[in-house]
């Protein structure tokens, strides 16, 4: 079967992973119109604000954007008619970890995934090409296929790929246009094959043919799983490494610099911090344990199952120094936390380190000032919410305080705990800060950012992950 050009793209999911994603794609491709659909009205809304106050934060995006909307791209709120008129169609909907019932805390929550697929079958009333860009546990490609069969009309062929997204939010628009590699799973039919060339020519338009990959669907599954399984492990590594620079007085930086100039171990991904957040790490992770324990592998799970445990340790020694510096009390004391987003330069919270944090603090029954130059008010108080379900939201309200800048947020403080990586917390002018706190002042530093020496100068009493401490 030759493949066949693809001029209609739908993608249903408009958020971090399939927005900027099918943005790139109409840029790339001004032949190929495509549509962006989403349930979320008010998501779907700011995509189309007259003054690109877009819903996701995101640098590069609002040029694409602004370079694509109106022309080949489009964003909306009918699905039906998406699904219609669609050739290929990009499931980009989110995939939690299920909250209860078989695996929950593990296995991921599909259900929007299955409701996206039923969607399609219903309404489709010619053949398609079904892309699974979420990312889903293997074997979900079979499952929606077999949806898929079951439902369709006559004449309606479906096609399943499975086609991982490997951005990184913060970057995402420079690693879509410049990725490391595409990767397609396909059945090795030669149907399958056929629709796994057909979206290989989309990705053709900019990316060079070596970087496009093509697999199983099972492997392309299992290759996004295992891709962010082994980032995150560096990181833990990383981590377990750094609690034992701070016990012997070896620095991490250090550490980490002499490892990874090994070319076979290689630089990135060795920067000790206060743990990894992000909607994909612990939930990717999560679903490998699940997997393996299904297949009855239960060291493989245990294995894997370190990597997330690690992390929750690493978030839990941090706030434990924090404590025992400032005389092993905090009660009453003002502690200002500089970052909320799960790293630099995005507005998302999921799984953010900044969330645990406060919550112990919280309840070390201190107070806390938070500042974030992207993170929206209601988000915050969204999750510390969520983190501590029993306490109502006025009793969170009485403890935290939401700033809007970091100068406001250290005002009359006792510590000031840097959680994320933002550029403006190392030029921060912090001569001014020191003189607005309480003395003696300390800064916690959980992601390597600042000169610990220069702020030492100043008369801070400053400490660092993975290194004993200064002042
Ligand atoms: C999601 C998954 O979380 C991740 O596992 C996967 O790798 C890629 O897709 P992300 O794009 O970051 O990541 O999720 P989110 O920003 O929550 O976007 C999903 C969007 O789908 C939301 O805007 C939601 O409103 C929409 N949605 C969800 C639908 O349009 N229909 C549904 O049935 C469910
Ligand atoms: C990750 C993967 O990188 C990406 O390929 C996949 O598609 C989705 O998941 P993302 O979660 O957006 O992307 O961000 P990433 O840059 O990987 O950072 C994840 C977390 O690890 C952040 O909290 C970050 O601060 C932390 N991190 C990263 C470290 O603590 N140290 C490092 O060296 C790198």
């Known amino acids: 079967m ?3 050009k693809v001029t209609k793209v739908l993608c249903i999911g408009a958020g971090y992973v399939g927005g900027p994603t099918c943005a790139v794609i109409a840029l790339k491709c001004p032949h190929i119109t495509v549509t962006i659909v989403d349930l979320n009205q008010a998501r779907i809304d700011a995509w189309n604000s007259p003054d690109f106050k877009l819903p996701i934060y995101e640098p590069g995006l609002e040029d694409v954007v602004r370079a694509c909307r109106g ?3 489009f964003f909306s709120t009918d699905v039906e008619k998406g699904i219609q008129e669609a050739e290929l169609i990009f499931v980009s909907v989110n995939t939690p970890t299920k909250k209860s019932g078989v695996g929950a805390g593990f296995a991921a929550d599909l259900n929007y995934v299955e409701l996206a697929t039923r969607q399609i079958a219903a309404v489709a009333t010619s053949s398609k090409i079904v892309v699974e860009k ?11 296929r077999t949806i898929l069969e079951a439902n369709s009309k006559p004449n309606c062929r479906f096609d399943i790929l499975s086609n991982p997204e490997f951005l990184a939010e913060g970057t995402a628009i420079a690693d879509l246009f410049n990725p490391d590699r595409v990767l397609i799973g396909s059945l090795q039919t030669p149907e ?5 060339s057909a979206l290989a020519d989309i990705y053709g338009n900019w990316v060079p043919k070596k970087q496009i990959l093509t697999v199983g669907l099972w492997s392309s599954e299992l290759s996004k799983l295992a891709a962010n399984a082994m980032l995150a492990q560096r990181i833990s590594s990383v981590n377990a490494l750094s609690a034992i620079c701070e016990a012997t007085g070896a620095n991490i930086d250090e550490v980490s610099h002499a490892v990874g100039y090994d070319s076979r171990v290689g630089p990135k991904f060795l920067k000790a911090s206060v743990g990894f957040g992000g909607s994909c790490f612990q939930k990717d992770i999560l679903n490998l344990v699940y997997l393996s324990e299904s297949l009855h592998l239960p060291e493989v799970a245990a294995y894997w199952r370190q990597v997330v445990e690690m992390n929750e340790y690493q978030k839990r020694r941090f706030s434990k120094r924090v404590v025992d510096t400032l005389f092993n009390t905090i009660t009453g004391k003002r502690i200002a936390v500089l970052g909320f987003a799960f790293k630099a330069d995005t507005g998302d919270t999921r799984e953010s380190a900044a969330i645990t944090l406060i919550r ?37 309200k009485k403890q935290v305080k939401i700033c809007k800048s970091a100068l406001e947020a250290c005002k009359d403080a006792e510590a000031v705990v840097i959680a994320t990586e933002w550029k403006e ?8 800060v ?5 003395k003696p002042a300390f800064v916690f530093d959980g992601r390597l950012l600042v000169d610990a020496q220069k702020l030492t100068d100043i008369g801070f009493k400053v400490t660092t992950i993975g290194r004993p401490a200064l002042g």
């Open 134 to 144: 979420s990312t889903v546990p293997c074997r979900t490609a079979e499952s929606m």
């Open 425 to 432: 917390f190392k030029e921060i002018n912090w001569s001014e």
């Open 2 to 4: 030759a493949s066949t």
């Open 360 to 396: 112990d603090f919280q309840s070390e029954r201190a107070f806390v000032n938070v500042y974030d130059p992207q993170v929206v008010e209601e988000q915050i108080w969204l999750d510390l919410s969520e983190a501590s379900p029993a306490s109502p939201l006025e009793n969170i």
């Open 434 to 438: 020191y003189k607005h706190m309480k």
């Open 192 to 196: 399958g094959k056929a629709a796994c």
């Open 71 to 73: 022309r080949n791209l």
